[in-house]
C-alpha cells in the first residue's frame, strides 16, 4: 500500500514515519515540493520515504491521510486535487483548532466539522475520521498510555473505515478498541471533544493519556 | 446539610431519592408548589422529602442542585431567586440539549456554556458544573459501570467544588476519580462531551458507560 501525509507538521512526520517502519512507501507532502522539512525528513527516513507536493504526493497514494492543521484542510486537499483523492480512502486526522488568548476554539463546531466539509467538498473520496482524540505519539503507540482506551472512527464507507481499523490495528490498536461511530456526521462529536483533551493536557502537563469508554455490557 | 433540587424529570428525582437516603433533608423544587411528581415522590420518599416552588426550594436549602434542561436553567434559576442562592453552592449538572431531527443539539456551545450563563447571572452564586457527562442512574451509583471511571468539576470556587467532591464521594466517587479542570469556563469542555456520549448511547443501546481518563502517570 503507498500512503501521503498530507502536513509537515508534527503530526504528519510521527504517521509517515510509522509507516515507513511498517514498510510502506509514503509521500510526505506540502504546499510546496521543495519544502525542507519534507525533504530532510526523506532522506532521515530512508529508501521508502518520499517529500513532495501536496498533489504529487496523493497522485502517487493509494491512501491519503490529511495530518494538516483543521484550519487549512480543505485548501490543502483541493491543491492535492479532487482527481487524485476520487475513490481513494481520505483519513482525516485533524481537529479545526486555534489559540485565542490561549484559549482552544474550535471552527467549525456542532453544527458542522471538518471532516463533513472534506467529504461535501471531495464526494468521491471516502472520508474516514479517526485519531484526532490522542496526541500523534499516542496515535503510533498506543502502549504509552496504560488501558484498554479507544479511538472512534465516523464516515460513510464501511468498507474504508474496515480498511482503515486494520491500519490502526498495525499502529497497536486492537480493532476491539477502534469504536464506530456511524456515519461522518458522528465526527462532530470526536471533533468536540477536543477542549476536553486539552484541559485534561494542561492539567496533567502532557499529552500521554487517552480516554476508556467503560461499559457495564 | 439541607439540600433543593430544581427539576422533577428523571435527573432530579434521582439526585433527590439518593439525597434522602444518604440522611438529607430534600425539597425537590418545580416550577409550581402543587406540581403532582413532586409531591408523590416527597410522599414516598419519606419524611426528609419535601416538594416545593423553585423558590421556596431554594430558600430552604444550603445547597441547590439545578437538575431542570439546560434551555430551562436561567429562567428556574430566577424563579428560585437570586437572594435565595447568593453565598451557596449550585450544583449544575444539566446540558444544553435539545432535538431536531433526532439530532443532538447544543446551545449554548465552545464560546459559551450553561454552567457560565449561571455564574454570571447570579454572580454571589458558588457554581460548580459536575455529573452532566454520565446518565443519572450512574451520577448516583458509578457501580453500574466497571472500572475507575471519571467526573470532573468545573469552577471558580475551590471550596464549593471540595463541598461538592465530598457529596460525590458519598455518592460512590472516589475523590481520586473526580477531576478538577479549573475554572468555570471549563464548563464548556463537558457540555461538549455529550455528542460523544449521545453517539455511544446510540452505540449502546444503554446509557450504563462512562469515560476512564487513562494516562502514563
Redesign the interface.
Known amino acids: 500500500m503507498r500512503y501521503a501525509v498530507l502536513g509537515t507538521g508534527e503530526v504528519g512526520r510521527t504517521l509517515a514515519g510509522r509507516l515507513v517502519e511498517l514498510g510502506y512507501d509514503v509521500t510526505l507532502g506540502s504546499r510546496t515540493k521543495d519544502n525542507p522539512v519534507a525533504l530532510e525528513w526523506a532522506t532521515a527516513a530512508g529508501g521508502r520515504a518520499h517529500a513532495g507536493a501536496f498533489a504529487d504526493a496523493a497522485a502517487a497514494a493509494e491512501v491519503v491521510l490529511n495530518a494538516v492543521g483543521g484550519r487549512v484542510a480543505l485548501d490543502a486537499l483541493r491543491a492535492a486535487g479532487a482527481e487524485h483523492l476520487a475513490g481513494k480512502v481520505v483519513v482525516d486526522v485533524c481537529n479545526p483548532v486555534s489559540f485565542e488568548d490561549g484559549?482552544l476554539?474550535?471552527d467549525p463546531?456542532?453544527?458542522d466539522s471538518v471532516a463533513e466539509q472534506i467529504q461535501r467538498a471531495f464526494p468521491h473520496a471516502r472520508v474516514v475520521k479517526t485519531l484526532n482524540t490522542v496526541n500523534c505519539q499516542v496515535m503510533v503507540d498506543p502502549g504509552?498510555?496504560?488501558?484498554e482506551?479507544n479511538l472512534?472512527v465516523c464516515g460513510a464507507d464501511d468498507a474504508a473505515k474496515r480498511q482503515v481499523t486494520e491500519l490502526l490495528g498495525e499502529f497497536g490498536w486492537p480493532a476491539e478498541r477502534v469504536?464506530?461511530?456511524?456515519g461522518i456526521?458522528?465526527a462532530?462529536?470526536?471533533e468536540?471533544?477536543l477542549?476536553?483533551w486539552?484541559?485534561?493536557f494542561?492539567?496533567?502537563g502532557?499529552a500521554?493519556?487517552?480516554?476508556?469508554?467503560?461499559?457495564?455490557?
Open positions: 484559549q476554539r474550535l463546531v456542532e453544527s504509552r498510555v496504560p488501558g482506551h472512534f469504536l464506530d461511530l456511524g456526521r458522528s462532530r462529536a470526536v468536540m471533544l477542549p476536553l486539552f484541559g485534561l494542561q492539567r496533567f502532557h500521554d493519556f487517552n480516554f476508556e469508554v467503560r461499559r457495564a455490557r
